[in-house]
């Protein structure tokens, strides 16, 4: 029997911080011949943990009887399967719905629910009918209808946890929760919810304020549903913002309510995950907008945390910043307990459409998850890990291939391991990567990325733009302005420009309360919240720094004039250019920008203030677009204009600001990704990931100290390296070296040199022996040079 909690932001398995390496594999469109074979090819690939969905649909008859035990179709018999991963090994988190999407007709959802039910389907803006098959997610009937797949489902699961001897140790609840109305921009407005709004606005507000807030009687329910679902001009910025609060909060009560049930059926002593969509076209600029659907609905929440679905293809310059920034903002809206897991973590070649028109690099994996490691996740599903075949649906319905889901016969021929078992490359990029990071996985699970004094600002209201009624000229302003300038900043040069010069950051949720430090770097547009402006005043009031990039703002969320930033920095706005096909704006840099060559950009904001300092100049007015100002005890640096991704510019930003990179790296080229973790003992690794198509070499220093003596270290074209960094091995440390761990045994350490000519330095007095390579000691450090060693061959070095 095992016991596993969410304690501190790690998953601690029996009292000990553990690293998961999961893989998803369907039991139900594989024969039950083909189980083992696909579970030993998961730890094969060095993999401790198999995850997998459970399909109400495929699971309930046409009877209404439930089969999980395979009585009439060998491939229902979730029960067979989870003890069979359980003798091979495995660990198992069990994703039963009721929503399971993976490409299944109704998301997962039996006809029958909504045969029965068909007042389920939502209507949308102007009472039109929506084109998913989502439902009232509080509607009685369907979480009768819940209830009573639960009844079945948890009790088996429940059976089977790992505080029973059983291989479960965590249980998703849902999947994708709000995803479906997002993406088509059609909100669940049925009567039910029009009304369940029209209360919790009258909670919120009080009458008067709600009805002027939405345009309608607060206590006419009819008027009230037609105000939502046809928004006026003139109140539709509120009725935007009311509407997106209040489905936080609905999905909120809709998890709480799927938790109580599988509580009541025995699900307790495990964690519960909420999986968060949002990454598309191999971007994660829009991933935001999950995490403000639903970081209300399990922040704060004891023994539950979020876990992301990544899908971003290949990792380079143009999308590394977007995974880093991802990892940051779920964090931050995390409570002490609550680690980072990814719940679907692409690992396939990308060729979903069978058609050949993508297929990412092997090599895309490795770098994935050497980031995300890096950045504190604790657990990795990758997905889709095996193929399968979709079976027939019990009953016909004939939409033309009458199987469980959408793909026809064959589904997952992008996995690592395909439908008929078959490997792509990408399952040795797979085995590399895991097995890479198992080598440090001990140290890895009880770590946590170190940073340089500098947050990254969230702002979750910034991503309430999932809905837009289509006749609102003001909202789509709105949406536009906050598209182009959150998150990572307009063109995303903000994080993109940090990450590659050498910083690395956590970041700040701006809306929740709680003490500030150091310096803060907002993407800002013109809609900012004004708690996170009389935050910010404060932070840099009381001695703080802050990093402006975007535009300085200027109202509310609901459209209310605000300027309470711009005015404690004494800066108004005197006017906006703006690039077109025959105007050029460019810039030029005084003060401690001056010398740059003057450069065109998209726009520049005009400021003025008669105690700004001009960092920026606009070219055709002469005016600043970029300034620093002192404020208090603090000082901002305000940056209007989509300046390139001119990495010594924002060096020298911070700097003045008083935030250097600890690693400080001085790279021939860029493209590379540096960070540090450190365990409560004060063990390091130093990570380093190359997204560039070409090598880089650096060399590193820590906190001003040379590592390696300043050695420059060679990092490949998209590979990356974990360095040991005062690692103990037995009474010894390891200080520094140009190897990554492979393994440790008590006095003895297995490393794979990374760089052809490598070196390995101890603090000890002890004698040390190397199966290869000349060791020489002086003054309690030990040297072992490793002259010419092939790279792919490990070294065993032992204290004697």
């Not at 309360?513 to 004004?530: D, E």
């Not at 003895?748 to 020489?776: H, I, K, M, N």
Request: aromatic letters at 6%; charged letters at 20%; proline letters at 7%.
């Amino acid at each position: 029997m095992s016991e596993v909690l969410l304690q501190n932001r790690r998953i601690v398995v029996d009292g000990r911080p553990r690293l998961l390496l999961a893989g998803e594999v369907h039991y139900f469109r594989l024969a039950r011949a083909d189980w083992a074979d696909r579970l030993d090819r998961l730890r094969e690939a060095g993999a401790d943990t198999v995850a997998t969905y459970v399909p109400w649909l495929w699971h309930e008859l046409p009877d209404g009887t439930v089969d999980l035990t395979g009585r009439t179709h060998e491939q229902r018999d979730l029960a067979g399967f989870l003890d069979l991963a359980h003798e091979r090994g495995l660990h198992a988190v069990v994703r039963p719905g009721p929503f399971v999407m993976a490409e299944i007709k109704n998301e997962g959802i039996p006809y029958r629910v909504y045969d029965e039910h068909p007042h389920l389907l939502p209507t949308t803006w102007d009472g039109t009918p929506i084109e998913t098959r989502t439902v009232d997610y509080l509607a009685p009937e369907f979480l009768a209808a819940v209830e009573g797949w639960y009844a079945e489902v948890m009790p088996l699961i429940a059976e089977r946890l790992a505080g029973r001897g059983g291989p479960v140790i965590a249980v998703q609840l849902d999947n994708e929760i709000g995803m479906l109305s997002w993406v088509t921009n059609s909100p669940d407005l049925t009567d039910l919810l029009c009304e369940d709004q029209r209360r919790w606005a009258v909670q919120r507000y009080g009458k008067e304020v709600a009805a002027e807030r939405v345009g309608a009687d607060a206590g006419d329910p009819a008027a009230w549903a037609a105000a939502l679902r046809t928004p006026t001009e003139q109140r539709s910025l509120t009725v935007h913002d009311d509407l997106g609060r209040y489905m936080r909060d609905r999905y909120r009560r809709y998890v709480a309510a799927l938790r109580a049930s599988a509580e009541r059926h025995g699900v307790r002593g495990v964690p519960f995950l909420i999986n968060v969509h949002g990454t598309g076209g191999g971007r994660g600029r829009t991933f935001p907008i999950g995490i403000s659907q639903l970081f209300e609905s399990y922040r704060g929440q004891p023994q539950m945390t979020s876990g992301s679905d990544y899908y971003l293809g290949d990792l380079t310059v143009t999308n590394v910043a977007d995974l880093y920034v991802s990892n940051a903002f779920l964090a931050a809206v995390h409570d002490a307990d609550q680690p980072l897991t990814s719940l679907e973590f692409e690992a396939g070649n990308g060729d979903y459409g069978e058609d050949l028109s993508t297929l990412y690099p092997p090599e895309a994996m490795e770098l994935k998850t050497r980031l995300c490691v890096a950045q504190g996740n604790r657990l990795l599903n990758l997905y889709l890990f095996a193929g399968g075949y979709n079976p027939p649906l019990a009953q016909p319905v004939g939409d033309g291939n009458d199987r469980i889901a959408f793909t026809g016969e064959r589904h997952g021929f992008a996995a690592p391991v395909g439908p008929e078992g078959q490997l792509n490359p990408t399952f040795d990029a797979v085995k590399r990567a895991l097995h890479t990071v198992r080598g440090v996985a001990d140290l890895l699970a009880d770590s946590d990325e170190e940073n340089d004094g500098l947050a990254l600002g969230f702002v979750p209201d910034h991503y309430l733009t999932e809905y837009h009624h289509p006749a609102s000229p003001s909202r789509a302003e709105q949406v536009a302005d906050l598209e182009r300038f959150r998150g990572m900043g307009p063109r995303d040069v903000l994080a993109r420009s940090l990450l590659l010069a050498g910083f690395s950051f956590p970041a700040l949720d701006l809306q929740s309360a709680g003490p500030t430090t150091g310096v803060i770097a907002l993407a800002s547009a013109a809609t900012l919240g004004r708690d996170v402006q009389q935050r910010l005043v404060a932070h840099v009031r009381d001695g703080g720094g802050l990093l402006l990039h975007g535009v300085l703002p200027e109202r509310d969320h609901d459209g209310t004039p605000c300027t309470l930033l711009a005015d404690a920095l004494g800066l108004t706005v005197t006017g906006r250019v703006e690039g077109g096909p025959h105007h050029f704006p460019s810039v030029v840099g005084h003060g401690w920008a001056a010398g740059r060559p003057e450069v065109r950009v998209g726009y520049a904001q005009r400021l003025a203030g008669g105690s700004a300092e001009p960092i920026l100049t606009e070219v055709g007015s002469g005016e600043p677009c970029a300034v620093e100002v002192t404020l208090g005890t603090g000082r901002a640096v305000v940056v209007a204009a989509d300046l390139p991704s001119d990495l010594g510019f924002w060096r020298a930003a911070l700097e003045r600001l008083g935030v250097r990179p600890r690693l400080d790296p001085r790279a021939d080229a860029p493209g590379l990704v540096l960070t540090s973790t450190v365990d409560p003992a004060g063990q390091r690794l130093l990570h380093l990931v190359n997204v560039a198509p070409s090598a880089v070499t650096v060399a590193l220093s820590w906190h001003g100290e040379p590592v390696l003596g300043g050695r420059r270290l060679r990092v490949p074209a998209r590979s990356g390296l974990m360095l040991p960094y005062g690692i103990r091995v037995g009474d010894a440390t390891l200080v520094e070296t140009t190897c990554e761990l492979v393994g440790a045994d008590g006095d003895a350490v297995l490393l794979r040199p990374t760089q052809g000519e490598d070196v390995v330095v101890f603090a000890t007095a002890r004698p040390v022996t190397a199966s290869r390579g000349v060791v020489t000691a002086q003054d309690g450090r030990v040297t072992v040079r490793l002259p010419g060693v092939p790279t792919d061959e490990p070294v065993r070095i032992s204290l004697g």
